[in-house]
């Protein structure tokens, strides 16, 4: 086995090809002033399993081409067994047509990345309906169990898992259990795009600490919304924990002035808040 470094994921990468006690290689890249993305794979890889670790957080289009260039390089470069791992799939979010002619771009890419893959890992897909347009065999991993894991280095008080929505709860009860915690969920709905109002039905959550998690933090919008209810309910600190820390412009600061105590994610988008490391989940999965 061969873990292949893509830019967006060098430390991930790093951590997998440790994880599996594998050579690491760092391909070449470099970007023409037209704006043309060079790449080089400089190891032979004659016979070997190669696994392309590249997630697509922003800029997407560069990282996806990026991964589609990673992938054909690794095939034409002798590889008899290539692997995808794209933690943090782009474009996830558009899985439906919703108007006639839209494209389904979460489609096409999965299209793409099984034309040059003999396997892909993702992590918290957005939609895991979105794993039938793979043409290649794929699994989503969760992060849900390490993040609990991590909770108990927080030695949090009468500590409540939440969900911000129903969606959420699964991810929470999962959570939950790694740290013999209560999970529950928050009722969510979403006005506009960047807009959600939440409610936290009958939850006792004075006095105690709650950690809200979700599968992506991005704007901080379902945070923020979540943490205004229960501050009125009188929670004693609130953590917010996701797997993709997208954090788009300044939401990190948000959801600090908002008033939550810490931000925690994995590395499946290489961030400042990234204290969990998903590579043993990716290591597992790659060796069954
Ligand atoms: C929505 O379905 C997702 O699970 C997240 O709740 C959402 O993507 C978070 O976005 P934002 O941080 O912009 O509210």
Same mark, same amino acid.
């Given at each position: !086995?061969?873990?292949?470094?893509?830019?967006?994921?060098?430390?991930?990468?790093?951590?997998?090809?440790?994880?599996?006690?594998?050579?690491?290689?760092?391909?070449?890249?470099?970007? #023409?002033?037209?704006?043309?993305?060079?790449?080089?794979?400089?190891?032979?890889?004659?016979?070997?399993?190669?696994?392309?670790?590249?997630?697509?957080?922003?800029?997407?289009?560069?990282?996806? !081409?990026?991964?589609?260039?990673?992938?054909?390089?690794?095939?034409?470069?002798?590889?008899?067994?290539?692997?995808?791992?794209?933690?943090?799939?782009?474009?996830?979010?558009?899985?439906?047509?919703?108007?006639?002619?839209?494209?389904?771009?979460?489609?096409?890419?999965?299209?793409?990345?099984?034309?040059?893959?003999?396997?892909?890992?993702?992590?918290?897909?957005?939609?895991?309906?979105? !794993?039938?347009?793979?043409?290649?065999?794929?699994?989503?991993? #969760?992060?849900?169990?390490?993040?609990?894991?991590?909770?108990?280095?927080?030695?949090?008080?009468?500590?409540?898992?939440?969900?911000?929505?129903?969606?959420?709860?699964?991810?929470?009860?999962?959570?939950?259990?790694?740290?013999?915690?209560?999970?529950?969920?928050?009722?969510?709905?979403?006005?506009?795009?960047?807009?959600?109002? /939440?409610?936290?039905?009958?939850?006792?959550?004075?006095?105690?600490?709650?950690?809200?998690?979700?599968?992506?933090?991005? /704007?901080?919008? /379902?945070?923020?919304?979540? /943490?205004?209810?229960?501050?009125?309910?009188?929670?004693?600190?609130?953590?917010?924990?996701?797997?993709?820390?997208?954090?788009?412009?300044? @939401?990190?600061?948000?959801?600090?002035?908002?008033?939550?105590?810490?931000?925690?994610?994995?590395?499946?988008?290489?961030?400042?808040?990234?204290? @969990? #490391?998903?590579?043993?989940?990716?290591?597992?999965?790659?060796?069954?």
């Amino acid at each position: !086995m061969i873990v292949i470094a893509g830019s967006a994921s060098s430390k991930l990468a790093a951590r997998v090809a440790k994880q599996l006690k594998c050579p690491l290689v760092k391909p070449e890249l470099k970007h #023409s002033p037209h704006g043309e993305t060079y790449l080089r794979i400089g190891t032979k890889l004659k016979g070997a399993h190669a696994i392309v670790v590249q997630s697509t957080p922003y800029p997407q289009n560069d990282n996806l !081409m990026e991964l589609f260039f990673l992938l054909g390089a690794a095939k034409d470069s002798g590889a008899i067994h290539v692997t995808a791992v794209v933690p943090y799939l782009a474009y996830a979010r558009q899985s439906k047509r919703y108007k006639p002619g839209e494209a389904i771009s979460a489609q096409t890419i999965c299209k793409l990345i099984g034309h040059e893959a003999d396997e892909l890992f993702v992590v918290d897909i957005h939609d895991v309906k979105i !794993m039938k347009n793979f043409l290649t065999p794929a699994r989503d991993l #969760s992060a849900a169990p390490l993040l609990g894991q991590y909770f108990s280095s927080l030695n949090l008080k009468r500590p409540l898992i939440l969900g911000p929505d129903q969606k959420a709860f699964e991810c929470a009860s999962r959570a939950a259990v790694e740290l013999g915690a209560e999970s529950d969920y928050l009722t969510k709905k979403r006005v506009t795009p960047t807009k959600v109002i /939440t409610q936290t039905k009958s939850l006792d959550v004075a006095g105690r600490d709650v950690v809200i998690i979700d599968d992506i933090i991005s /704007t901080g919008g /379902t945070i923020i919304e979540a /943490t205004k209810s229960l501050k009125q309910c009188r929670t004693r600190r609130i953590y917010a924990a996701c797997t993709h820390a997208v954090l788009v412009g300044n @939401a990190l600061k948000k959801l600090t002035a908002a008033g939550v105590t810490k931000v925690i994610a994995t590395d499946t988008i290489e961030t400042q808040v990234s204290v @969990a #490391s998903v590579a043993p989940v990716i290591a597992e999965a790659i060796r069954k």
